[in-house]
Structures are given as structure tokens and as C-alpha cells.
């Protein structure tokens, strides 16, 4: 069973760059899978962030397009998120996910990043 | 892109009830691209259901989905004490690639 775990910084600050890293085990981040970030921001609902494929094609959400991207690195078995010039709307449980059918099939726990100086 | 809305806000029943909730898409969605997920408290969400009424693995048989166009229901048919959570439908939009939640139905303890 595939697991994932989101690592990075707890806190950014404001204007600075939001960068995550998630592990993926159990499982080859070269499947035929589509990986995505999402995130929630504290009591709210969840927005998606954007997917990435083992080629290194990526979709992203237009609400975020301007200040996101996501990598891959196959080697490492892990993808990346970098969001810039953050605030502290920025501020959110950002979850990295494995997508199945046209839908997010597993998750990884999740980490909170908060956005302040 | 397709807005979902959920409804209602909340729903407050008892365990051994049966709960409807309803997510309703701002035109007309593909079955496949409609999935359902479960969050508890301090948890990430988990997949209940995708293409509109097919659940997932794990998932126990007193959870079911309906519905087409754009008029989507989540039953679950006997409420156990786990079931007390948030509930978001979600769509999948394929050109441009997107994801779309709706905002989530907090299903309490009456």
C-alpha cells in the first residue's frame, strides 16, 4: 500500500517561497499515477493545488498558476511544491496525494505551514 | 469550471439513522469525474466513493452514491459513531486538467 509524507518548513515568511517535499514508499512514483498537491487552510475546505506526472507534466490550479510549480524526481521517488511570494493566505495543511480515477485515492498526513514574520 | 455546492452545512442525526447528503454541480458533471470523501477531526481526507457510486476499497456497504447531471447524493444507510465527520464532493475537470471541491458537509452527533 502506497504511503506518502509531506516534509518541509513549518513556517515561511511573508513574500517568501513555500517548498514541500513528499516521500512516496510502498510504491513507484513512475506508475501510471498522477500526483497532486492540495491544501486546507485551518477550519476551511480543501482547494487543489495541482498534479504532476512521472514525465514531468504538470496542470495546475489557475487560482495559484502564477506562483506555483511542482517537480519530480523519479531517482528519489518524490515530487516537490515551491509557491512563492507567499501570505498568510497561504497559511494551510497542505496534503500531497496520489490521484486514481479522477479522483485522489491516497494521502499523506498532511502538514501545516503558516505564513508570518 | 464546475462550482459544487453542497448541502446542508450541517446535519446533526443519530447513530443508527440514515443520512443524505447532497452535492449539487453548477452544470451538467460526468459520472466518472465525481468522487466523495470522508474527514475526521486531525485527519486527511479519505476516498469514500468515485464515479459517482463506486466505493472504494476498504469502504463498508453502508455507504453508497447516486445520482447524474448535476444532482449527486452520498446515504449512508445506518450512521456508526465513526461516520461523524466532513464530507466533500469533488469533481474532475479535464480540459483544463482541475479539481474542484465542494464546501463540505459537517455530518454531527444529535
Known amino acids: 500500500q502506497v504511503q506518502l509524507r509531506e516534509s518541509g518548513p513549518g513556517l515561511v515568511k511573508p513574500s517568501g517561497t513555500l517548498s514541500l517535499t513528499c516521500g512516496v514508499s510502498?510504491?513507484?512514483?513512475?506508475?501510471?499515477?498522477?500526483w497532486s498537491w492540495v491544501r486546507q487552510p485551518p477550519g476551511k475546505g480543501l482547494e487543489w493545488i495541482g498534479e504532476?506526472?512521472?514525465?514531468?507534466?504538470?496542470n495546475y490550479n489557475p487560482s495559484l498558476k502564477s506562483r506555483v510549480s511542482i517537480s519530480v524526481d523519479t531517482s528519489k521517488n518524490q515530487f516537490s511544491l515551491n509557491l512563492i511570494s507567499v501570505t498568510a493566505a497561504d497559511t494551510a495543511v497542505y496534503y500531497c496525494?496520489?490521484?486514481?480515477?479522477?479522483?485522489?485515492?491516497?494521502w499523506g498526513q498532511g502538514t501545516l505551514v503558516t505564513v508570518s514574520s | 469550471e464546475i462550482v459544487l455546492t453542497q448541502s446542508p452545512g450541517t446535519l446533526s442525526l443519530s447513530p443508527g439513522e440514515r443520512a443524505s447528503l447532497s452535492c449539487r454541480a453548477s452544470?451538467?458533471?460526468?459520472?466518472?469525474?465525481l468522487a466523495w470523501y470522508q474527514q475526521r477531526p486531525g485527519q486527511a481526507p479519505r476516498l469514500l466513493i468515485y464515479?459517482?457510486?463506486s466505493r472504494a476499497t476498504g469502504i463498508p456497504d453502508r455507504f453508497s452514491g447516486s445520482g447524474s447531471g448535476t444532482d449527486f447524493t452520498l446515504t449512508i444507510s445506518r450512521l456508526e459513531p465513526e461516520d461523524f465527520a466532513v464530507y466533500y464532493c469533488?469533481?474532475?475537470?479535464?480540459?483544463?486538467?482541475?479539481?474542484?471541491f465542494g464546501q463540505g458537509t459537517k455530518l454531527e452527533i444529535k
Open positions: 510502498g510504491g513507484s512514483i513512475s506508475s501510471g499515477n498522477w
Open positions: 496525494a496520489r490521484q486514481g480515477s479522477y479522483c485522489i485515492d491516497s
Open positions: 504532476i506526472y512521472r514525465s514531468g507534466s504538470t
Open positions: 469533488q469533481h474532475y475537470d479535464t480540459s483544463p486538467a482541475l479539481y474542484t
Open positions: 452544470q451538467s458533471a460526468k459520472n466518472t469525474y
Open positions: 464515479d459517482a457510486s
